[in-house]
């Protein structure tokens, strides 16, 4: 990832959270990847996929959390109470979370019992074109 790149993953970020103390940062370990942090807390990694011969980006973030607090936990996380969890039609294992009405990622269960959930977001290079 470039230095362009990162920036722009940076304020897609903190548009999408509605949080502007996400920072995105290079993995000193794989230039392929990024680490993003809120604050002095890793949330989740980056990583590009050049498959397809489109160059897009996965964000993925762990979830320490059950079913029943998640919203709850995100808002507070992000201070945004516009974040919402959305059910997905014939799906118990997932959720959608949107940004008021804007779609954000999945959120998935790890686990049955859904004592902790994955939220990954797919980011394409046109979503980082109005950035």
């Known amino acids: 990832m470039n230095k362009t790149e990162i920036k722009q993953l940076q304020d897609f970020l903190r548009k999408s959270f509605g949080a502007p103390d996400v920072r995105v940062a290079v993995d000193p370990k794989n230039i392929e990847k990024a680490v993003v942090n809120y604050g002095e807390r890793r949330i989740g990694t980056l990583e590009v996929d050049d498959e397809d011969g489109d160059r897009s980006f996965a964000f993925e973030m762990k979830i ?26 014939r799906k118990t294992d997932s ?22 959930w994955t939220l990954q977001i797919a980011i394409l290079d046109f979503d980082l074109e109005d950035i």
């Open 64 to 89: 320490p959390v059950g079913r029943e607090v998640l919203q709850d936990y995100l808002r507070k996380l992000f201070d945004n109470e516009k974040l919402k969890l959305v059910a997905r039609a």
């Open 95 to 116: 959720v959608e979370l949107n940004n008021g009405d804007e779609f954000l990622g999945i959120i998935s269960a790890d686990d049955k019992a859904g004592k902790t």
